[in-house]
């Protein structure tokens, strides 16, 4: 009997300190160190020619996280962000500044122009049918050159955009022009001849930012109508406005072409020409 009491306690003792012990561990494990924050450099270097202009600073008390929200200006161009480096390949994120460019404490601007681009689209004649814009041309107008990464850092944040082209009715009807994201085109239920014409119908046109919810990338429609109501095969020059959100936009813009009418509504189309203008 004293035997089985003694292994009682031994058990109780040992469960003791066995949960006792886990807890340590957990405590331990749980326990993280305190975060640090990076020390200032001994020495802001900000380094602009004399042709730049920078707010008014006070050069004593400014620290590194501060002098990277400074925002130079300089004739002709617009700043795109601070880089550490004088080749302009380490970009610093105002917010989030690594600990090696806190260590450096060199500050380089970059610069841009930012101007109109316009894009040669196509200029060879394309042939449109009603039998839905996934199965037509589609065009791209590519714009590497506006640098959007740098767009953005610069503040940039909307698109103007006009797109014009040539056109001439094979049959009377009316001519759709549809700008995507990418090259993805989510067939719609109903193409142009109901679905398109109930949301971008004349009462209809420009509400919403002409998009549809059952094709994800597709962020603009116009409709236009050749020959108001009678069939015109002459040729002429139609454009078309609008702006667009920068963040829209993941590389280029890609355009697809649909139709619509009571019969046959073929057209053509050629001479496509895209102009982007970057707005703050």
């Not at 002709?76 to 994120?93: H, K, M, P, Q, R």
């Not at 640098?147 to 759709?176: M, P």
């Not at 998009?211 to 109501?229: A, F, I, Q, V």
Request: charged content about 25%; glycine content about 6%.
């Amino acid at each position: 009997m004293k035997t089985l009491k003694f292994l009682a306690v031994c058990l109780l003792m040992f469960s003791t300190l066995l949960s006792l012990f886990s807890c340590g561990l957990n405590s331990n494990a749980n326990t993280s160190p305190e975060a640090t924050t990076p020390q200032e450099p001994p020495q802001i270097n900000i380094n602009v020619g004399s042709d730049v202009t920078l707010p008014s600073i006070d050069k004593d008390n400014l620290k590194f996280a501060d002098a990277v929200k400074l925002r130079p200006s300089k004739e002709g161009f617009v700043f795109a962000g601070w880089y550490s480096d004088e080749n302009l390949t380490d970009y610093i994120i105002p917010d989030h500044i690594t600990a090696t460019q806190y260590s450096k404490g060199t500050l380089y601007p970059k610069w841009i122009e930012v101007n109109p681009i316009t894009c040669a689209v196509r200029a060879d004649v394309a042939t449109i049918t009603d039998s839905g814009r996934s199965k037509q041309k589609m065009d791209i107008a590519f714009l590497d050159s506006l640098n959007l990464t740098d767009l953005k850092r610069a503040g940039y944040t909307k698109l103007h955009i006009t797109v014009s082209y040539d056109v001439r009715e094979v049959n009377d009807g009316y001519q759709y022009v549809f700008l995507y994201q990418d090259k993805n085109c989510a067939q719609p239920k109903d193409e142009e001849g109901s679905l398109a014409d109930m949301i971008w119908g004349d009462s209809l046109d420009g509400i919403l930012g002409n998009k549809d919810p059952g094709d994800p990338t597709l962020l603009y429609t116009h409709k236009g109508e050749h020959g108001s109501g009678k069939k015109d095969s002459s040729w002429a020059t139609q454009s078309f406005t609008l702006s667009l959100s920068i963040d829209d936009i993941i590389d280029h813009l890609y355009i697809r072409y649909g139709a619509s009418g009571k019969d046959e509504d073929t057209w053509e189309c050629k001479n496509i020409f895209v102009t982007v203008t970057p707005i703050q």
